[in-house]
């Protein structure tokens, strides 16, 4: 075979093999099905709505979350309530606006408002009454109404080591509620009433002028209900109170003599020396002064 003959042969050899493949080529590109556009691993669409709760003057949002996996959560506003979280305070408060008599009897909404003081208020005294150099406050002896001194520094200062001895015992005591001012305690006092009627307040709470804790001398501790007693703390409280100065105001066994019921979280302070005279003759305050508790009408 001539040498242009051969040449001709090997392109034809060489070129069947191409054509088919660019054939198959052609044929796989014209028939493969379209590409379908990727799906990320999740979609998620956020649909908000506002729902009002029961009370009407708090509007809550609720979200729902939608997705592939279909996950759903509920967001809603958290409210700051002092009665949902316990917030350590300091003694230096020259007011509060806990009401912790208020709780000891009957549940109260923050909803509630007070209403005008139809009962009778005692008249308050023209000075502060001092029995054997002591302050004192009770049914019998009122406070004037311009008593305003705010929390006593010796007061807090005890206090603060009260709080220290009990830490080291493993106990957590707290100040709820300090000094209140006469208009604060009348403001209390007059809900309880509307609450609980007249006869049944005054086991509880004290009317204006005659509160402990406008002396500045009185602290109310941890839980002001009765949930608090025979706890922990109130057990440690009522053993080691009087050696930092204060007593148990309102014990267990006297409230025939104090006129209260009995509130194991109220602590008074005295003075060290006083304090564990109090404690250990087992009297209360009346009993210890020779004095009585009664409202004048």
């Known amino acids: 075979m001539a040498y242009p003959e051969k040449i001709a042969a090997g392109l034809l050899c060489a070129g069947i093999p191409l054509l088919l493949a660019g054939t198959v080529i052609f044929y796989l590109h014209t028939n493969r099905p379209a590409e379908q556009p990727a799906l990320p ?3 998620t669409v956020c649909e908000t709505t506002a729902a009002e709760t029961t009370d009407t003057s708090i509007t809550r949002t609720e979200t729902t979350y939608t997705s592939t996996t279909t996950t759903s959560t509920e967001t809603t506003p958290s409210v700051t ?7 350590e305070t300091t003694a230096s408060e020259t007011e509060t606006t806990a009401m912790p008599e208020e709780t000891t009897t009957q549940e109260t909404t923050t909803a509630e408002t007070t209403t005008a003081e139809t009962t009778t208020e005692t008249s308050a005294a023209a000075a502060p009454t001092y029995i054997d150099g002591i302050l004192v406050v009770n049914k019998t002896y009122p406070l004037p109404k311009d008593y305003n001194p705010g929390m006593d520094p010796e007061c807090e200062a005890q206090f603060a080591l009260l709080r220290k001895g009990a830490k ?18 009348s403001y209390i006092y007059h809900n309880n009433v509307k609450r609980c009627g007249k006869e049944l ?20 501790v941890n839980i002001v209900s009765d949930r608090f007693i025979g ?9 080691h109170a009087h050696e930092y100065g204060f007593i148990i105001r309102y014990p267990e066994d006297k409230t025939q003599i104090t006129g209260y019921k009995y509130e194991p979280w109220h602590i008074r302070y005295l003075g060290l020396e006083t304090a564990q005279a109090v404690y250990e003759s087992g009297m209360c305050l009346e ?11």
Do not use: C, K, M
């Open 287 to 297: 009993e210890y002064l020779g004095i009585t508790s009664v409202y004048a009408e």
């Open 201 to 220: 307040a005054d086991t509880f709470s004290a009317r204006p002028g005659h509160s402990e804790h406008q002396s500045g001398l009185a602290i109310d």
């Open 41 to 43: 691993a999740e979609t």
């Open 81 to 87: 309530s002092t009665a949902a979280t316990e917030t």
């Open 231 to 239: 706890t922990p703390e109130a057990i440690w409280l009522a053993e």
């Open 168 to 185: 080291e015992d493993g106990i957590n005591i707290y100040l709820s509620s300090g000094f209140r001012s006469y208009t604060s305690q």
